[in-house]
């Protein structure tokens, strides 16, 4: 046998064998319990009533409106992901604020940062609580 054959050997040998091992220790995927449907508020969000992101104004006002609220909730850590991902619609001075939150009290914060920006009088919030589902581990 070719010398150099026997070193290409070696290596298909080795990395066959660091493929396997790894392939092997690898945690099994859980198929989703439920898939993602968003059906209903996809429904409710085609309704001429339902502010949308895309109807959010973009005059200098509004825009500004919607960055400092957004700055507000991104700047405190204490917030859940999802509420760092509400969606924040400026209107003519009216905001929404539409979207989960983790808890009663992240809701209460998240409108309180939005009435402190824009005015108690001048924020609908249409939030709304999705606990976190229990872990397998409890």
């Known amino acids: 046998m070719h010398p150099g054959t026997r070193s290409l050997l070696r290596v298909i040998l080795a990395g066959t064998v660091i493929f396997v091992c ?12 439920t898939p993602a449907d968003n059906t209903k508020v996809n429904k409710r969000d085609r309704s001429k009533s339902e502010a ?3 109807q959010a104004k973009n005059n200098a006002t509004d825009r500004e ?10 700047d405190d850590k204490s917030l859940s ?6 969606k ?5 001075g009216q905001v ?9 009290e992240e809701k209460t914060a998240v409108e309180s940062k939005a009435a402190e920006i824009a005015g108690a009088d001048h ?13 397998k581990e409890s």
């Not at 790894?22 to 319990?33: I, V």
């Not at 992901?81 to 509400?86: G, K, S, V």
């Open 22 to 33: 790894g392939a092997t220790s690898l945690p099994a995927q859980e198929p989703a319990a």
């Open 52 to 54: 949308t992101a895309d």
């Open 65 to 74: 409106l919607m960055q400092k609220i957004r700055q507000a909730l991104m």
């Open 81 to 86: 992901t999802y509420a760092h991902n509400i």
């Open 88 to 92: 924040v619609i400026a209107q003519n």
């Open 96 to 104: 929404t604020l539409k979207g989960p939150v983790r808890t009663e």
């Open 123 to 135: 924020v609908i919030s249409k939030l709304a609580v999705k606990p976190s589902k229990p872990s």
